[in-house]
Nanobody
Framework: QLQLVESGGGLVQPGGSLRLSCVAS????????IGWFRQAPGRERERVSG????????IYAESVKARFTISRDNAKNTVYLQMNSLKPDDAAVYYC?????????????????WGQGTQVTVSS
């Protein structure tokens, strides 16, 4: 079965950190650009960060720049999202998605595979 599985979410206090993982099952991530998205209740889905397949070019939403870092370990078929200095506004379900090209992610194109999401809660 071809799927993406996110993990690493949880409850964290404001100012804390979490590292999310996105693992591919049934296919290799190396040829895909990967995007992280989030959606909070009552809000539209928001693009958080993306990373290209070969050169690991990255892009971030303004709201997370300098706090979040996306990276990939192709040997482990995994993409990570390191989230630091978390704020209550960062609370959401976080999803990863695989895109056939980085330009598809950047241009808000359609992802080929999506995970089920992992919940991030930021609260004191």
């Amino acid at each position: 079965q071809l799927q993406l599985v996110e993990s690493g979410g949880g409850l964290v206090q404001p100012g804390g950190s979490l590292r999310l993982s996105c693992v591919a099952s049934g296919f290799t991530l190396v040829v895909y650009a990967i995007g992280w998205f989030r959606q909070a209740p009552g809000r539209e889905r928001e693009r958080v960060s993306g990373i290209s397949s070969r050169l690991s070019t990255t892009i971030y939403a303004e709201s997370v720049k300098a706090r979040f870092t996306i990276s990939r370990d192709n040997a482990k078929n995994t993409v990570y999202l390191q989230m630091n200095s978390l704020k209550p506004d960062d609370a959401a379900v976080y999803y990863c998605a695989a895109f056939r090209s980085f330009s598809l992610y950047v241009s808000r194109g359609r992802g080929d595979y999506w995970g089920q999401g992992t919940q991030v809660t930021v609260s004191s």
